[in-house]
């Protein structure tokens, strides 16, 4: 059928089977007056079937009028892959996201002090694993800081406080937390000084869960209402700088304390200790200089609800969790 005409149907000697009925005989249509209708398409022609044509001749073009269904263009490798990364990294580009780096990489710096070092020093000394275990009850504190939460948002911290409301807690905080790395490498040995040690790292701790709510407050704060795409890209870099902080710290005191132990250094993890309050001190100066608050958030006391407009925690949602019904 490549011409575009019709095929006839042909027996096996070449000749033009006519179809038959059982008794031999062509069947004849007929319609209700005995007379043969003729059979043709739509269009008046006799030819039944209409003539079907691959778009080689004229016979028809019944086929090249109907297109076969197209799939829907791929988006793997399409013009917008491009503009979309693009987009994406415009957002890390916001100075912003940087300031929120180095606001995660202060809140995980503390974990390595009351986690990853007091375990291997305590190893070292030969102190039980359940012993070292117990210390992990300083981690409680964490999951309780939401207590004082209220208390850190609407309190303005003497002296700290002309710094901001969120950076005075989180200098203050720092400054509680070099102290008390400053106490423990003053300590002789670990083993006997058990009680002195957790009584110390569970300052650390409270400081550090203390200065978290702070930390959350103005990372969220930097982010404005209007600036949605930008949520996600903030999450990320908090995230990324409190690993920095936890496991980039590791990587820093780890292969130091070694260092002091190779040297005969007898005090190699208070010198550890030691060593490490100069990368907090370091972090709480690059705060002060680069790490601004809004003027909005600097006034005291902290925006009330209005009254008559049903409470505090349902002016709350309606402000912030996109509206509460009663």
């Known amino acids: ?74 988006k793997m490798g399409g013009g917008n892959n491009g503009s979309s990364w693009r987009k994406t990294f415009l957002l890390y580009r ?55 939460a209220p208390v850190i948002d609407g309190v303005r911290i003497p002296f700290f406080g002309k710094f ?42 409270l400081a550090s869960a203390t200065q978290d709510v702070a930390i959350d407050a103005l990372r969220i704060e930097m982010i404005g209402e209007g600036e949605p795409e930008k949520i996600g890209a903030g999450s990320a870099m908090a995230t990324s700088g409190w690993w920095l902080g936890f496991g980039g710290g590791k990587a820093l005191a780890f292969p130091l304390v070694d260092w002091f132990q190779d040297a005969g250094i007898a005090r190699a993890w208070q010198a ?19 790490v601004r608050e809004s003027p909005t958030v600097k006034g005291f006391p902290p925006p009330t609800p209005p009254n008559g407009d049903g409470g505090g925690l349902i002016w709350f949602h309606r402000r912030w969790g996109g509206g509460l019904k009663r």
Do not use: H
Not at 19 to 36: A, F, S, T, V, Y
Not at 169 to 177: E, F, K, P, S
Not at 273 to 281: A, G, K, L
């Open 1 to 74: 059928m490549g011409g575009g005409n019709n095929s006839p149907i042909k027996d096996g000697g070449g000749n033009n089977a006519p179809i038959k009925d059982g008794e031999g005989n062509n069947p004849l249509i007929k319609d209700g007056g005995g007379n043969n209708p003729p059979i043709g398409d739509e269009g008046g022609d006799n030819n039944y079937p209409p003539p079907i044509s691959d778009g080689g001749g004229e016979g028809g073009d019944s086929l090249s009028r109907v297109s076969p269904p197209q799939p829907p263009p791929s």
């Open 94 to 148: 916001d100075g912003r996201m940087g300031k929120i780096l180095l606001l995660g990489f202060v809140s995980g710096l503390p974990w390595l002090f009351i986690a990853s070092m007091v375990s291997l020093w305590l190893k070292e000394e030969g102190l039980s694993r359940t012993g070292i275990g117990l210390f992990g009850l300083i981690f409680s504190v964490y999951a309780v800081n939401f207590l004082w």
């Open 164 to 205: 901001g409301r969120r950076r005075g807690w989180i200098l203050a905080m720092q400054g509680v937390i070099v102290c008390m790395l400053l106490a423990i490498a003053a300590l002789p040995q670990a083993q006997g000084n058990l009680w002195i040690l957790a009584a110390l790292l569970f300052a650390v701790a």
């Open 272 to 290: 550890g200790y030691f060593s490490m309050t100069v990368i907090v001190v370091v972090s709480v100066v690059l705060l002060l200089v680069f």
